[in-house]
């Protein structure tokens, strides 16, 4: 009976031993190659320890009462004006009253049109005002089109995934801390790269968003018809085609005194080939 007992109680003892080995094997897995299973063990120890703290989940409702709405403002707009200098110059003054800047502009004229295609950038509050007031400069505005794009949605997304990214972080950096191993440390600021990317992709779609939202955009179209009675169009273009005509020739001459060394080389053949012909035709006549 004893030793029934005594064979009992060692089976025990070796069962729990291997049961604590498989432990230790555990929790070293975990910490060496799971960093990211760590960082989940400390946001559990912190919910549990902190219970003021609101989950994760409930973030995004927090973020969505925050945020007002955000709107992204373009507008194109297509103008004939009567006096293209005059126009040009009060449009430059509606810039100043309204706080507005030319982003990009380039202008053209020709025969018959002078043109100007302007890309105004105009604080939002401001851009109902600055599209009327441009829209009263022209004589005829050809077409105009206003669109309001939402991105309240998308912003409040991206700020949420920003904020988690960030708690990451510093779960990670927390992690870092306790790292014994070089190759713990080395995981840990391998996951530590991957999430800042993460957090300056997001932070620069943020930083983009909120500079669309709160600068407008007018693509502004302005131009003026010249008159006929300032360019005849048959004596204007009789003019140029004479000037045209002239300019051809000047051309040409030019072309041959660049070429006058192989002028010269063709004339001697030729003078070559005539040359021997009129002898060839003198022997045949002798002969």
Same mark, same amino acid.
Request: proline share 1%.
């Given at each position: 009976?004893?030793?029934? =007992?005594?064979?009992?109680?060692?089976?025990?003892?070796?069962?729990?031993?291997?049961s604590g080995k498989s432990n230790d094997f555990s929790t070293s897995l975990e910490s060496e190659y799971a960093p990211d299973m760590l960082a989940m063990s400390?946001?559990?120890?912190?919910?549990?320890? $902190?219970?003021?703290?609101?989950?994760?989940?409930?973030?995004?409702?927090?973020?969505?009462? $925050?945020?007002?709405?955000?709107?992204?403002?373009?507008?194109?707009?297509?103008?004939? =004006?009567?006096?293209?200098?005059?126009? #040009?110059?009060?449009?430059?003054?509606?810039?100043?009253?309204?706080?507005?800047? @030319?982003?990009?502009?380039?202008?053209? $004229?020709?025969?018959?049109?002078?043109?100007?295609?302007?890309?105004?950038? @105009?604080?939002? %509050?401001?851009?109902?005002?600055?599209?009327?007031?441009?829209?009263?400069?022209?004589?005829? @505005?050809?077409?105009?089109?206003?669109?309001?794009?939402? =991105?309240?949605?998308?912003?409040?997304?991206?700020?949420?995934?920003?904020?988690?990214?960030?708690? @990451?972080?510093?779960?990670?950096?927390?992690?870092?801390?306790?790292? $014994?191993?070089?190759?713990?440390?080395?995981?840990?600021?391998?996951?530590?790269?991957?999430? #800042?990317?993460?957090?300056?992709?997001?932070?620069?779609?943020?930083?983009?968003?909120?500079?669309?939202?709160?600068?407008?955009?007018?693509?502004?179209?302005?131009?003026?018809?010249?008159?006929?009675?300032d360019y005849p169009n048959f004596g204007f273009k009789l003019l140029k085609a004479v000037e045209g005509g002239w300019d051809g020739i000047l051309i040409f001459?030019? %072309?041959? =005194?660049?070429?006058?060394?192989?002028?010269?080389?063709?004339?001697?053949?030729?003078?070559?080939?005539? #040359?021997?012909?009129?002898? #060839?035709?003198?022997?045949?006549?002798?002969?």
């Open positions: 009976m004893k030793k029934t =007992v005594i064979y009992l109680f060692s089976i025990l003892m070796f069962l729990n031993a291997c400390e946001t559990k120890k912190s919910a549990n320890t $902190k219970p003021d703290l609101m989950p994760i989940s409930n973030e995004t409702d927090q973020t969505s009462e $925050k945020i007002e709405k955000k709107i992204i403002k373009t507008a194109n707009i297509s103008a004939e =004006v009567e006096d293209f200098k005059k126009a #040009r110059t009060a449009l430059g003054a509606l810039l100043k009253k309204y706080g507005a800047y @030319v982003a990009d502009e380039s202008e053209q $004229k020709n025969d018959y049109q002078i043109s100007d295609e302007l890309t105004i950038r @105009v604080g939002a %509050g401001n851009f109902d005002s600055l599209l009327n007031d441009v829209s009263g400069l022209a004589v005829h @505005v050809n077409s105009k089109h206003i669109k309001l794009a939402d =991105v309240t949605e998308e912003f409040i997304d991206i700020t949420t995934r920003l904020k988690n990214k960030k708690q @990451v972080e510093q779960q990670y950096l927390e992690i870092l801390k306790k790292a $014994k191993t070089i190759s713990e440390i080395l995981q840990v600021n391998e996951y530590l790269r991957v999430i #800042r990317e993460e957090i300056e992709s997001k932070e620069g779609r943020l930083k983009y968003l909120n500079s669309q939202v709160s600068l407008s955009t007018i693509y502004l179209s302005m131009y003026q018809n010249i008159e006929s009675a001459i030019l %072309g041959l =005194v660049y070429i006058w060394p192989f002028i010269l080389i063709v004339l001697f053949v030729v003078w070559l080939i005539i #040359r021997y012909s009129k002898k #060839r035709k003198q022997k045949q006549k002798q002969a």
